[in-house]
């Protein structure tokens, strides 16, 4: 490259990395204004583990868990709640009302690219995310005793696993929506289904075998065995991590073919 090009480059670039920078603060200000997202996604977790971990029986060591309590296996459970409400109910809903209002087709037009939106909203949900799994964590130690994770580097490569799969299947609805209509019945017909492979009504240690195994092949499944085994304090299995990047892989493919910006 010759000098010419690259001092034309070079004043380019710099204006394209403040665009981003700006379209970063202003989408963070606008998320801070949004208190059900903030709730449904930063804080309905460790409120629901809290409700949970205040029945008895939930305090009670299960033969049928390996001999650990119920709150000690929801645990995992609210993790991974927070980033389902981040990947499937707030972020498909925004991107596409900005497709909807023609925000993304004029925003082509200026040094902000429509992919500076995209990956700010996917940055600031998974960010949230990660920030109600510590919430969640903290909670269950100090209210619940709940150990921390004893395999500390396996549980935080499966939760990061874990939210990029969240947030590659919410960018995969905001894809197919066309509306955000379209956005909220596709989210709420995933939702329920992956809350179940979760393990919000039934823990995925306490599934039947059959169900288990039909269940850890889905991301979320997948997740929550990966992560209650680093809790144990064992490596996640591989075939659980290799299952989470595969959907991974699977649905950024599919959320970069189908994706518009208009």
């Not at 059900?36 to 299960?62: C, E, N, Q, Y």
């Not at 396996?154 to 379209?182: E, M």
């Not at 009504?201 to 195994?213: F, H």
Request: proline share 6%.
């Amino acid at each position: 490259m010759s000098a010419a090009t690259t001092a034309v480059a070079a004043p380019h670039t710099t204006a394209k990395n403040k665009a981003s920078s700006a379209v970063l603060k202003a989408e963070f200000r606008l998320f801070r204004r949004e208190p059900g997202a903030l709730f449904w996604i930063m804080v309905f977790p460790t409120v629901l583990l809290v409700v949970l971990g205040s029945i008895p029986s939930f305090r009670d060591t299960d033969a049928s868990l390996g001999g650990i309590r119920l709150v000690d296996a929801y645990v995992p459970v609210t993790v991974l709640l927070s980033l389902i409400m981040a990947g499937l109910q707030a972020m498909p809903p925004l991107i596409t009302g900005y497709r909807e209002r023609g925000i993304l087709r004029r925003m082509s037009t200026t040094p902000v690219r429509p992919s500076a939106v995209l990956g700010a909203q996917m940055g600031i949900h998974g960010t949230a995310a990660l920030v109600s799994a510590l919430l969640s964590l903290t909670a269950g130690r100090l209210v619940f005793d709940v150990p921390l994770p004893r395999q500390a580097f396996g549980y935080a490569l499966a939760l990061l696993l874990a939210i990029l799969c969240g947030l590659a299947l919410g960018a995969l609805v905001s894809a197919l929506s066309r509306t955000t209509k379209a956005a909220n019945a596709i989210g709420s017909a995933v939702f329920f289904p992956m809350m179940f492979s979760a393990g919000v009504w039934l823990p995925v240690q306490a599934m039947p075998d059959g169900l288990a195994r039909i269940v850890e092949a889905t991301p979320l499944g997948a997740a929550a065995q990966a992560l209650g085994d680093a809790a144990a304090g064992d490596w996640p299995g591989l075939s659980h991590l290799g299952v989470l990047a595969l959907w991974t892989v699977v649905l950024t493919a599919g959320a970069t073919r189908w994706f518009r910006w208009e």
